[in-house]
């Protein structure tokens, strides 16, 4: 069975430029999350969706990321347009819809620089 | 809200000499706990988690951690370790709740390097 795949694994890109990253749950998830670690500090929450809703958006950093969930299995991550402070590696998770014990399985991550 | 604090950035060790590396918690309402290990080039792997019951909990590699509602602990521990466990590690806190926030409050991890 596949696990959580993130692409790319690695993207640099200018500032001001747009950047979309792309997460493929495992098949039969309805949760998925979106988290991102900068540099040396904990890795935080940005949002979950329950298939194609968002039911918790409240870690969003600002509006210039926008993340969808098209048909409730893919999910997409943009940030538009980008600014240093966004480089990071950007994780995402998915777990089986059920009671609130139940393990969330994770990416490899996409690395985000921004120069 | 919840918070986590691992107390050691970095912890290096020698090979069969035993580690606890530290996590402290926060929270205003009762949670579950998970160590998460992110190895090189790999993504982030659960470890261990405690949910109800027994408070030491185990791996099947060896590791154990031990909730402490007291303290708000959940340090965890291996009593010989691996040049193989070397890793990052991660402590995380997720709310007990039958509604829809599922998502984990993590720390700010603790790379554990094994010496030879």
């Known amino acids: 069975e596949a696990g959580v795949t993130q692409f790319p694994s690695h993207s640099v890109i200018e500032k001001g430029q747009t950047v979309t990253l792309r997460c493929d749950p495992i098949s039969g998830h309805d949760n998925l999350y979106w988290y991102r670690r900068v540099m040396g500090k904990e890795i935080k929450f940005l949002l979950h969706f329950v298939k194609e809703s968002k039911q918790d958006e409240s870690g969003m950093p600002n509006n210039r990321f926008l993340a969808e969930r098209t048909g409730g299995t893919y999910s997409t991550l943009k940030v538009q347009p980008a600014e240093l402070e966004d480089s990071g590696v950007y994780f995402c998770a998915s777990s089986q819809r059920g009671s609130g014990n139940t393990e969330a399985f994770f990416g490899q991550g996409t690395r985000l620089t921004v120069v | ?116």
Do not use: M
């Not at chain 2, 070397?86 to 926030?101: L, N, P, W």
């Open chain 2, 1 to 116: 809200a919840q918070s986590v604090t691992q107390l050691d950035s970095q912890v290096p060790v020698f090979e069969e000499a035993p580690v606890e590396l530290r996590c402290n918690y926060s929270s205003s309402v009762s949670v579950y706990l998970f160590w998460y290990v992110q190895y090189p080039n790999q993504g982030l792997q659960l470890l261990l988690k405690y949910l109800s019951g027994s408070t030491l909990v185990k791996s099947i590699n060896g590791f154990e951690a031990e909730f402490n509602k007291s303290q708000t602990s959940f340090h965890l521990r291996k009593p010989s370790v691996h040049i193989s466990d070397t890793a990052e590690y991660f402590c995380a806190v997720r709310k007990i709740s039958s509604g829809s926030a599922r998502q984990l409050t993590f720390g700010s991890g603790t790379q554990l390097t094994v010496l030879p």
